[in-house]
């Protein structure tokens, strides 16, 4: 199969919006080419194709299976672009689009996905990269696949930058929503003494499970939700999934912590803070921390 690879140059502010529209046209993800998250780690501009000296601009690319509504599809796009245009995040330029073939699309992405350093510790590498690590480093080899979780995306370095705070020798942790299994793998890299990964897409359990012997991580991945897992007293739990399912869960994350326990919860859109930090209240959850990036929020709770 074929598909048309879309690419759009915009601002930073209209990344997320650009990439989300992206993901419902075609299902699948979608890649963002950051000079930030290039620069962090890489000081030179000749690996991206952005205009050097201006960092507020990012490239979005996603990816729209040949179909018999694809130009149906496509007109759906350019609609949808001008009225985002309309929404004050920015300037979003036209979007270009070029063929690639089925095993094209599934490497392309892999261009825009390269070692990242993120908190003081924590580096995401990706598993075909090679990366000479620092004394005190703890590396996370990474190939997402079809799954979420790269740390590129807010909602995700939110997470980890916290776990580094968060994770202490011993602890029982468990990842809802796992993914690509990066936080799992992270708060095994922290020293969590046991560590449980839970998703409902057997896609991603599949890739955690890939990641997670790629790391030589003793994590436990399990296709289930939170309320199937039996109520044992964890010292952390983290949930990076949206506003909606973490505000659903609540009752379980509360049933599943100790006294005492954190509930780390990310990909929260600014707008449903306040929202999802008065549901942790009435869980009997206290919020203690919030922590914003890029229009998305990580909320840490406590359990009295």
């Known amino acids: 199969m074929r598909y048309l690879e879309t690419t759009i140059r915009c601002r930073r502010a209209a990344a997320d919006a650009v990439g989300n529209l992206l993901m419902e046209l075609s299902g699948s993800g979608y890649a963002v080419d950051d000079p930030l998250a290039v620069l962090e780690n890489r000081p030179n501009w000749e690996i991206t194709d952005l205009v050097p000296g201006d960092p507020e601009w990012v ?29 004050g995040l920015g300037a979003i330029e ?56 790269t740390g590129t995306h807010a909602t995700t370095a939110l997470c980890l930058r916290w776990l ?10 468990i990842d809802v929503g796992t993914g690509s299994g990066i936080l799992a793998i992270a708060a095994h890299r922290l020293g969590a003494g046991s560590v449980l990964a839970v998703d409902i897409d057997p896609v991603a359990v599949q890739v955690a499970e890939e ?17 199937q897992v039996e109520a044992e007293e964890a010292d952390l739990i983290v949930a990076n999934i949206i506003a909606s399912v973490i505000q659903e869960i609540l009752p379980d994350v509360h049933a599943r912590l100790k006294p005492g326990g954190r509930f780390l919860a990310s990909g929260i859109i600014a707008e449903k803070r306040d ?12 919020p203690v921390g919030i922590r914003e990036q890029d229009g998305w929020v990580a909320i840490l709770a406590m359990k009295p």
């Open 211 to 227: 990641n997670i012997r790629r790391n030589g991580a003793p994590v436990e991945v399990r296709r289930a939700t939170l309320d």
């Open 164 to 173: 580094e705070r968060l994770v202490t020798p011993g602890s029982r942790v």
């Open 275 to 286: 929202a999802v930090a008065a549901a942790m209240t009435e869980a009997w959850l206290l």
């Open 94 to 149: 036209p979007a270009r689009f070029r063929w690639v073939e089925d095993e094209d699309w599934a490497n392309n992405w892999k261009a825009y996905f390269k070692p990242l350093r993120l908190g003081e510790r924590l580096v995401v590498i990706p598993s075909w990269e090679q990366h000479d690590l620092q004394p005190g480093d703890l590396p996370l080899y990474l190939d997402p696949g079809m799954a979420f979780g």
């Open 59 to 87: 490239t979005v690319t996603g990816w729209l299976p040949e179909t018999d509504d694809l130009e149906q599809q496509r007109l759906r796009l350019e609609a949808a672009l001008d009225r985002l245009r309309g929404m």
